[in-house]
């Protein structure tokens, strides 16, 4: 069926609605419905996106919930405020809050941060934002202040395609086995993740969510949850499929598929050492990203497993790993940003990614409708 078949109708004639073109797509891949580009037909200026909005907030909506992601292309966005001011006309109860967030952020407005400060060459693999986190956005948002000059791009993936490409194996273990989320994070780190909170209060949240946890002498606080990674819409009854699995071998597909962005000997590291040694590299640089005094104790950690049916805990196998990256990478759309771009996510279908980048990028974040997945629906399989 041609794409364009399935888009919606216009409400206004100020708007243009399409998808992607391939000139604006980085790699081409199976994926051509997200997002759903909306772009002005000739009067760029803020007051008509604002308008637009003011006037059908509710019509919006229900195309995000259609196709997972609205990307606002061509509107004279400037600043954090008129993005913020988007989110808000969209009717999207924002959080002023990043807690349980593992990467550095600034802070622009009391509800709009940077999207990320990690080192420009690395990948951040497939995610749901807050993803380990029970409470977590049903929307999640991003704006380019900044264009990249060269890749930074922000891919994101329809998790209920990516689900129903895998093979009938990894689905079954996925869809029976619950995954266990452990975190570490000690004192020096508490800022980072819970962005001041006392020990009383960072207790109280973790109460509050469901977690496991427990306090050492030193201040340092590990906590754990489980569930199984699959629930059904709220409102569109769809098949979500949490991206969570924490596993380098998954994102070293990325690495590979992108081995032209980097050195020769970069390629070799990422194509052609063995899994095992690759992933005790990986885990020793992550390490030593955050380690104070040497000691691996000292940084914040992250692990997933998968609880089997004698309560005991296993990881993704090599096969797997790859398979899932795989397919992540096949059911991606790549797309490079302009400036003054919003993408609008449906926080709870699609996960998101970002590639390497050059400095000269800067892309804000915000996020709200938080939402339990405990008041989740088990998701409805179909074969």
């Keep these: 069926m041609n794409a364009m078949q399935n888009l919606p109708n216009s409400i206004s004639s100020d708007m243009r609605l399409r998808f992607l073109q391939n000139n604006e797509k980085t790699f081409l891949m199976s994926e051509t419905e997200l997002p759903l ?7 760029q200026s803020f007051a008509v996106l604002k308008a637009l909005l003011s006037e059908s907030y509710d019509w919006f909506n229900q195309q995000l919930d259609t196709y997972g992601a609205i990307l606002f292309r061509g509107f004279e966005i ?3 405020k008129q993005f913020q ?6 009717n999207v109860q924002l959080e002023s809050f990043y807690h349980f967030g593992s990467a550095h952020r600034v802070r622009i407005t009391d509800k709009v941060f940077t999207s990320s400060e990690a080192p420009p060459d690395k990948i951040i693999a497939p995610h749901n934002e807050l993803n380990m986190v029970p409470v977590r956005p049903g929307v999640l948002a991003f704006f380019c202040q900044v264009q990249p000059d060269l890749y930074g791009e922000t891919p994101i993936i329809n998790t209920e395609k990516l689900f129903y490409s895998l093979s009938p194996s990894l689905q079954h273990k996925i869809s029976t086995f619950p995954q266990r989320f452990v975190r570490y994070v000690p004192n020096h780190l508490l800022e980072t993740v819970f962005e001041g909170l006392s020990q009383q209060e960072i207790s109280q ?3 509050e969510q469901g977690f496991d946890f427990q306090w050492e002498k030193d201040g340092s606080v590990s906590f754990e949850c489980s569930y ?5 819409h709220p ?6 499929f949490c991206l969570s699995i924490v596993d380098c071998l998954v994102s070293r597909e990325w690495y590979q598929k992108l081995g032209q962005r980097y050195s020769l000997g970069q390629k070799f590291y990422y194509n052609w050492l063995p899994a095992k040694l690759y992933k005790g590299f990986q885990q020793g640089s992550t390490t030593a990203a955050t380690v104070v005094d040497g000691s691996q104790k000292r940084t914040s950690t992250l692990n997933t497993y998968f ?10 196998t090599e096969a797997e ?4 990256g795989k397919a992540e990478w096949n059911n991606a759309a790549i797309f490079q940003w302009k400036q003054g771009d919003i993408l609008v996510i449906d926080n709870l279908q699609v996960a998101h990614s970002r590639l390497n980048t050059t400095l000269k990028r800067k892309i804000l974040t915000a996020f709200g409708n938080m939402c339990s997945i405990h008041d989740m629906k088990p998701a409805l399989l179909t074969s």
Excluded: H, W
């Excluded at 199984?228 to 059904?232: H, Q, R, Y």
């Excluded at 609880?307 to 993704?316: L, R």
């Design 37 to 43: 580009v909306i772009e002005p037909v000739k009067e």
């Design 78 to 80: 400037e600043d954090a």
């Design 85 to 90: 001011k988007v989110l808000e006309l969209l």
């Design 205 to 207: 949240l973790l109460q």
């Design 228 to 232: 199984i990674p699959l629930f059904s």
């Design 235 to 240: 409102r569109t009854n769809r098949l979500c």
């Design 307 to 316: 609880v089997n049916g004698d309560n005991q805990y296993a990881t993704m």
């Design 321 to 324: 790993a790859k398979e899932l």
